[in-house]
Nanobody
């Protein structure tokens, strides 16, 4: 069983930066592809970014390309989401996810964290 814990959310001004972290417990994260999703109020959960188990393949949603960077440190069982030039539309709860099969290519993940809130506001 994979237990994911996100951290790093908070309040940031438009144009600012924030780094989210996700730690995987109960397993070796290098066995899993990892992803970040977000859910804004009254909206469905949406894909943000994903990274292969080895870190050599990454995918991004169009609305975050060039602003967000996903990375991982398998030695620490962690994945990160570096967010720059944040906009009010980025306000959402951000969720870390893990998937041990090739379904991650299709955006399907089996294991989820509880989420961390990111609020972009002046």
């Amino acid at each position: 069983q994979v237990h994911l814990v996100e951290s790093g959310g908070g309040l940031v001004q438009p144009g600012g930066s924030l780094r989210l972290s996700c730690t995987a417990y109960g397993t070796t994260s290098s066995n899993y592809a990892m992803g970040w999703f977000r859910q804004a109020p009254e909206k469905e959960r949406a894909f943000v970014a994903s990274i292969s188990s080895s870190g050599d393949i990454t995918y991004y949603a169009d609305h975050v390309k060039g602003r967000f960077t996903i990375s991982r440190d398998n030695a620490k069982n962690m994945v990160f989401l570096e967010m720059e030039r944040l906009e009010s539309e980025d306000t959402a709860a951000y969720y870390c996810a893990a998937e041990g099969t090739t379904r991650w290519f299709s955006g399907v993940f089996d294991f989820w964290g509880q989420g961390t809130q990111v609020t972009v506001s002046s």
